[in-house]
């Protein structure tokens, strides 16, 4: 496709349950992040890929997250034992750069509610 | 506090006015400068890009940045209901891959 493709667009889970969040960046885009968005805020940074290679997970709220991209494509979001805090949006990036400025195409975001 | 600071609005203009949003910063090493659109429920999108201080105008969009009061502005001339969003404002570090955002002004343009 032509633009960042995210799926599922909305999950709902029970507190504890496993998810995963999934993103296609644009063809030949070597950069990718990850932000989550609460509600009324702007997104915050969580994670940055180089390829396959993760080069800064610093944003990452708790071990509980964990993010791959294993053949420096598509990347996964994945959260264990899901708490309420974690109901955001999760918006995926991606950039042909290396060099990062700033200019970034977003996916639409999978929401996600926690119960 | 963030180091991106935003009003949140709502913004409310009538449709043909100039819309005028303002961020300011806190981090003296932020090199790049963007604003960002976002639809409701929608990914935000990239409008405008500046590096270091100065102008830049796009269309109906001007950007401004003042490194010296750490300020960023966005104008919008002739705004139509279309223009109704939230607009993001965002900087970061030169070599830096690590984008920082305001919490995002929301913008009405009433027909």
């Known amino acids: 496709g032509a633009g960042v493709s995210q799926s599922p667009r909305y999950k709902v889970a029970k507190r504890g349950q496993d998810v995963a969040l999934r993103c296609d960046p644009i063809s030949g885009h070597v950069s990718l992040f990850w932000y989550q968005q609460a509600l009324g805020q702007g997104p915050e940074f969580l994670t940055y890929?180089?390829?396959?290679?993760?080069?800064?997970k610093s944003g990452l709220p708790s071990d509980r997250f964990f993010a791959e991209r294993p053949e420096g494509s598509v990347s996964t979001l994945k959260i264990q034992r899901t708490q309420q805090e974690d109901s955001a949006v999760y918006l995926c990036?991606?950039?042909?750069?290396?060099?990062?400025?700033?200019?970034?195409?977003f996916g639409e975001g999978s929401r996600l509610t926690v119960l | 506090q963030k180091e991106v600071e935003q009003d949140p609005g709502p913004l409310s203009v009538p449709e043909g006015a100039i819309v005028s949003l303002n961020c300011t910063y806190s981090n003296s090493a932020f090199q790049y400068f963007m604003w960002y659109r976002q639809y409701s429920r929608k990914g935000p999108e990239l409008l405008m890009y500046t590096y270091s201080s100065g102008n830049k105008e796009d269309g109906r969009f001007t950007a401004q940045v003042d490194k010296s009061s750490k300020y960023i502005s966005l104008f919008i001339r002739d705004s139509q209901p279309s223009d109704s969003a939230t607009y993001l404002c965002a900087s970061i570090k030169a070599a830096g891959n690590k984008l920082t955002f305001g919490g995002g002004t929301r913008v009405l343009v009433k027909p």
């Open positions: 990036a991606s950039s042909l750069r290396t060099a990062n400025t700033g200019e970034l195409f």
């Open positions: 890929f180089q390829n396959e290679a993760q080069l800064d």
